[in-house]
Every structure is written in structure tokens, then in C-alpha cells.
């Protein structure tokens, strides 16, 4: 094991709070974005490259990442999406069979900025207190009011629309042409293992733009439409709204995950919020109302929907809630062949717990075409 040293570095955050550490691989770098936490102990890699934490500085709980090195199978998009990272301890030395690279080569790859040495439980435990805010990371330790200068003109991530940022150019299919069942999917952020879940349930995948119209989808004939996960703020997305609100008029089967989710309450009047720190881990238990039992998920979002106004809303139903803090984790429209929930079903680091979402998508589109 060779001794490793590392220039000094700096998180610094908007309210003027400093952690310290060092940087990764004795690197110099500065990366701004909206500091996080995920609590999840293994799956670093697929946080790294997920979309929904696009504009975001991640901070890890556990205690040593990069430890099962990094594996090409293993990641939910072609790059690292995430703005940067903070972790308590680096390892630079990996074992395991299933390995391609060390994580440092794959985060290097990626030109990503990190810093390890930090107090991750101090820092986690002051975002809990304070809430998510902007932040920025670097080795710059000496210029700490120009590093101040520059935070300040960082936007915040309420109001920020940053699906576009990372959606598909160009449509592309996924999965067998000779599938029983075609699904148009609006990319706003992605994730490959919902694509792998939905192939493997006998569907051809047609992903399409964020900005794609619903007559361009509806040329295709998908006998169902789903709207991806994905970074940022819901509410500019006023394109997809209006899309949403077409697709629910045609009563089409349509399918929410995560930022789908809050796209198709707010095309039924139903508002979001921005939350005070989000929910990120691997281990969010979830009351599911239609069985009555609890269910362990992944979930990655920062922004949620309003709860009152869901319950007033007759054309809607809350299926599922989160047992933490009571917000809503799912919808179905009573009026409608539409349903969504706010956590990730395709994640499974253990429990398989709620896979059976991408079941009910397939029963749904089965009723439409006999």
C-alpha cells in the first residue's frame, strides 16, 4: 500500500460554514453545486452516474468509498453526473472479483473533483439541521472570500430546470422490436436499470426527448407512456406538463417514476414543494395503502408533492407514503389509466420490494390492448 499525500481542501458552504479535508489524488480543483447526502453503504457508482443528482456535490455516508473498486456494468448512465464529492475516507486500494478499474481511475475519467478527510458525520448531521443548500468544493484554501464571490452567483436548485441538461438529443430504442408491448418513455434524466426492467418484461423501449410532442410519441403507437426520473426543479418543466396533461386526455397507460411522478401530479393541479434536505438512501421504508405492508426503497429526490392537496383532489389516490415523515411516495388517478410513485422500483441493493410497480405496468397496458 503506498503512502498517498493530498493538497489541503475546503467545503465551503452558502451559509459561510467550512469543513476541511483534502483532495483526492493530490489534485487542485473547484466544483460548485447543491451539497447531499445519500446513506446508502454500497452503490457508489450507480449514485455517481445517476441523472436525478445532476448540479449536485455528494457527500457519502459511508465511511469508505471507492473500497469494490468500479465495475462498467454498474453504472445508470454513459458519465458521472454528479458535480462533485465529499467522503471521509478514499480508498485507492479495491478488492473484489467483479472489477474493471479502481474508482479513482473511473472518477478520473470523468474529470470529477473530490475530497475525502472530511467529517462526513458533522457535515451530514448540519445539513439535517439546516437544510440542502448550495456549496462548494476546492483547493483553493487561501482565496476563501473569491470562493464566496463565486458560490453567490450559483442558482439555486428551487426553480432550476435541469432536465434538459441531461435528457437524450436524438430518440433511441431499447430492448427487443418483437417485444408484446411498445412503451414511449419521455428521457428526463433516465436511469438504465428502468430501461433494463422494462425490457425484461416483454417491452420495446422508444426513448424520446424531454421536449418530444405527444403526436411525435403518438406516431409510434406505444401501448404505454412513462415518464423517467430526473434532476432539478419540476415545475418549469411546463413542456412536459402540457404533454402529460395530452397523454392523460387520450387515456393511455402512463407510468411515473421519481420527477415523472411530480410531473403528473402537477398536471393534475396537485403543486410540489422543495424539501428541506431530500430523501437519498437505499433504505426509506414506504406504507403501501392498497396491501397494508410496509416496503423498504431506494429514493433520490429533493422535491415532493403536496400532500393536502393530493387528498383533495377527487380524481386522485394516495397510494403510498413515506413512514418517516408522511409525504406521498405514490398516485393513481381514479379517472385515468395513470399511476406513479416517487421512489426508484428498479433499485434493488437488497430488498426487491417494489419491483412489482413495473408488473402493474405491464396489466395496465394488457387491459388496454385486449
Known amino acids: 500500500m503506498k503512502y498517498q499525500t493530498n493538497r489541503k481542501a475546503i467545503l465551503l458552504l452558502a451559509d459561510g460554514t467550512i469543513f476541511y479535508g483534502k483532495s483526492v489524488g493530490n489534485k487542485e480543483g473547484t466544483a460548485f453545486g447543491e451539497?447531499?447526502?445519500?446513506?446508502?453503504?454500497?452503490?457508489?457508482?450507480?449514485?455517481?452516474?445517476?441523472?436525478?443528482?445532476?448540479?449536485?456535490?455528494?457527500?457519502?455516508?459511508?465511511?469508505?468509498?471507492?473500497?469494490?473498486?468500479?465495475?462498467?456494468?454498474?453504472?445508470?448512465?454513459?458519465?458521472?453526473?454528479?458535480s462533485g464529492l465529499i467522503c471521509k475516507n478514499f480508498s485507492y486500494n479495491y478488492s473484489r472479483i467483479r472489477v474493471d478499474e479502481s474508482l479513482e481511475d473511473f472518477l478520473n475519467k470523468n474529470k470529477l473533483f473530490v475530497i475525502s478527510d472530511v467529517d462526513t458525520r458533522a457535515l451530514v448531521s448540519y445539513i439535517r439541521d439546516n437544510g440542502a443548500m448550495n456549496a462548494v468544493i476546492s483547493t483553493d484554501v487561501d482565496n476563501i472570500e473569491?470562493?464566496?464571490?463565486?458560490?453567490?452567483?450559483?442558482?439555486?436548485?428551487?426553480?432550476?430546470?435541469?432536465?434538459?441538461?441531461?435528457?437524450?438529443?436524438?430518440?433511441?430504442?431499447?430492448?427487443?422490436?418483437?417485444?408484446?408491448?411498445?412503451?414511449?418513455?419521455?428521457?428526463?434524466?433516465?436511469?438504465?436499470?428502468?430501461?433494463?426492467?422494462?425490457?425484461?418484461?416483454?417491452?420495446?423501449?422508444?426513448?424520446?426527448?424531454?421536449?418530444a410532442s405527444f403526436e411525435e410519441m403518438k406516431a409510434w403507437n406505444p401501448d404505454g407512456f412513462f415518464l423517467s426520473n430526473g434532476p432539478?426543479?419540476?415545475?418549469?418543466?411546463?413542456?412536459?406538463?402540457?404533454?402529460?396533461?395530452?397523454?392523460?386526455d387520450a387515456d393511455i397507460p402512463l407510468f411515473g417514476i421519481c420527477l415523472g411522478h411530480q410531473i403528473i401530479a402537477l398536471a393534475n393541479g396537485i403543486s410540489t414543494f422543495k424539501m428541506h434536505h431530500g430523501h437519498r438512501g437505499i433504505n426509506h421504508p414506504v406504507l403501501n395503502h392498497g396491501t397494508g405492508k410496509g416496503e423498504i426503497t431506494s429514493q433520490n429526490h429533493g422535491f415532493a408533492v403536496n400532500y393536502e392537496e393530493a387528498i383533495q383532489n377527487p380524481n386522485i389516490e394516495v397510494t403510498h407514503k413515506h413512514l418517516n415523515d408522511q409525504t406521498v411516495m405514490g398516485l393513481k388517478m381514479k379517472n385515468k389509466n395513470c399511476f406513479s410513485v416517487q421512489y426508484h422500483p428498479e433499485a434493488g441493493p437488497g430488498p426487491n420490494d417494489a419491483t412489482y410497480l413495473f408488473d402493474e405496468f405491464v396489466q395496465r397496458m394488457t387491459i388496454e390492448t385486449v
Do not use: W
Open 35 to 82: 451539497v447531499c447526502f445519500n446513506t446508502g453503504m454500497t452503490g457508489y457508482q450507480e449514485i455517481f452516474t445517476d441523472p436525478s443528482y445532476f448540479g449536485q456535490l455528494m457527500v457519502t455516508t459511508n465511511a469508505h468509498i471507492g473500497n469494490y473498486g468500479g465495475n462498467n456494468e454498474e453504472t445508470e448512465s454513459d458519465t458521472v453526473k454528479i
Open 232 to 248: 432539478g426543479d419540476p415545475e418549469p418543466l411546463h413542456g412536459v406538463i402540457e404533454t402529460a396533461k395530452q397523454i392523460l
Open 146 to 211: 473569491s470562493l464566496k464571490e463565486q458560490l453567490a452567483s450559483v442558482p439555486n436548485m428551487h426553480g432550476l430546470e435541469l432536465a434538459s441538461k441531461v435528457s437524450t438529443k436524438e430518440p433511441y430504442y431499447f430492448g427487443d422490436e418483437n417485444a408484446s408491448y411498445k412503451v414511449a418513455a419521455i428521457d428526463l434524466g433516465i436511469k438504465k436499470n428502468i430501461l433494463r426492467n422494462m425490457a425484461k418484461r416483454d417491452m420495446y423501449i422508444k426513448v424520446f426527448p424531454y421536449n
